[in-house]
């Protein structure tokens, strides 16, 4: 029996919501200690979404999907380079800082 494609949608739906709810509680229940492992694990997830995109905008044939898959492109690398500074300057903040006589 063929599905539907609102009972697809229904599905994925609720995939997404548990998502959510699962990501936010593992988000707040990280200690501040691991906030700085959490972004880095963040940016490779990102790394991987951005390899998406490019595959997402090589494969469509149409106009609006090659645009939609460059601005994909585009909005992850600033994600990924973003992510990355800011857990640079994450763990600038732990570095000792030296005493000047």
Not at 22 to 37: D, E, K, M, Q, R
Not at 45 to 55: D, E, R
Request: net charge positive.
């Amino acid at each position: 029996m063929p599905r539907h494609s609102q009972g697809r949608s229904v599905e994925n739906l609720i995939i997404f919501v548990l998502a959510i709810y699962v990501g936010y509680h593992v988000v707040w229940t990280v200690t501040p200690a691991l906030h700085t492992p959490l972004m880095a694990v963040t940016n490779a997830i990102s790394a991987i979404v951005i390899v998406g995109a490019m595959l997402a905008a090589a494969l469509t044939e149409g106009g609006l999907g090659k645009t939609m898959g460059v601005l994909a492109v585009a909005l992850a690398a600033v994600n990924i380079f973003g992510g990355f500074l800011v857990t640079r300057r994450m763990l600038e903040m732990f570095r000792k800082k030296d005493k000047k006589s």
